[in-house]
């Protein structure tokens, strides 16, 4: 079955700094490969996704890298801001299922 | 449109009654996910329906869970009976053909003492 884990269940950053956020995964069948953000009381909100075929794609102030050789799968934030402070999931997405994995809590320290 | 709906926002019931759990999506959806949110467990997919026919419930905990969608509109998730391990949030979201952007509701927080 599919099963998505995180290396960190926790990441402190100074603002300003640079954060990364890590994944591994065992399915390689997935299609797409998505990152979401929690903010407390919350539901789940989308970042960005980037397709299987694809090792890097950026969006605004956000970089998703993809290394399906070792089935890892990163979320960078530049110049990370206390609005950032939240749980961030990765995600698997395959002919419309999604399934998350448990989450990394990243606070921002001013 | 005002996104995901769900309600209640909060239910506290006791072990034993039955408890249902309502979403309403985004008007064109197609998909809808149900999910459970607890720390231990992060969250769990129980559900999920293409155009009001489940696709895979495999996340479904036991039969004590059921979940229908009569129409593109609107889907429930009940628990009957309720047990206090059922105590967590509960989240409804919606994707359009199914895509990766899916938009969630803002959850039912359930505890059953």
């Given at each position: 079955g599919e099963s998505v884990?995180?290396?960190?269940?926790?990441?402190?950053?100074?603002?300003?700094?640079?954060?990364?956020?890590?994944?591994?995964y065992s399915n390689s069948a997935s299609d797409y490969f998505?990152?979401?953000?929690?903010e407390s009381g919350k539901g789940p909100?989308?970042?960005?996704?980037?397709?299987?075929?694809?090792?890097?794609?950026?969006?605004?102030?956000?970089?998703?890298?993809?290394?399906?050789?070792?089935?890892?799968?990163?979320?960078?934030?530049?110049?990370?801001?206390?609005?950032?402070?939240?749980v961030?999931?990765?995600?698997?997405?395959?002919?419309?299922?999604?399934?998350?994995?448990k989450g990394t809590k990243l606070s921002v320290k001013p | 449109d005002a996104g995901v709906i769900q309600s209640p926002r909060h239910e506290v019931t006791e072990m034993g009654q039955e408890v249902t759990l309502r979403c309403k999506p985004i008007s064109g959806h197609d998909y809808l996910f149900w999910y459970r949110q607890t720390m231990m467990r992060g969250l769990e997919l129980l559900i999920y329906f293409n155009n009001n026919v489940p696709i895979d419930d495999s996340g479904m905990p036991e039969d004590r869970f059921s979940a229908k969608m009569p129409n593109a509109s609107f889907s429930t998730l009940k628990i009957q009976p309720s047990e206090p391990r059922d105590s967590a949030v509960y989240f409804c979201a919606s994707t359009f053909q199914g895509g990766t952007e899916a938009f969630f509701g803002q959850g039912t927080r359930l505890t059953v003492v």
């Open positions: 884990g995180l290396h960190l269940p926790t990441l402190s950053v100074q603002e300003g700094d640079n954060s990364i956020i890590n994944c591994a998505i990152w979401y953000k929690q909100q989308f970042i960005i996704d980037i397709r299987s075929n694809m090792d890097k794609r950026q969006g605004q102030r956000v970089t998703v890298l993809l290394n399906k050789t070792v089935k890892h799968l990163s979320l960078q934030i530049a110049a990370t801001q206390p609005g950032d402070s939240a961030y999931f990765c995600a698997l997405g395959s002919q419309g299922n999604l399934i998350f994995g | -």
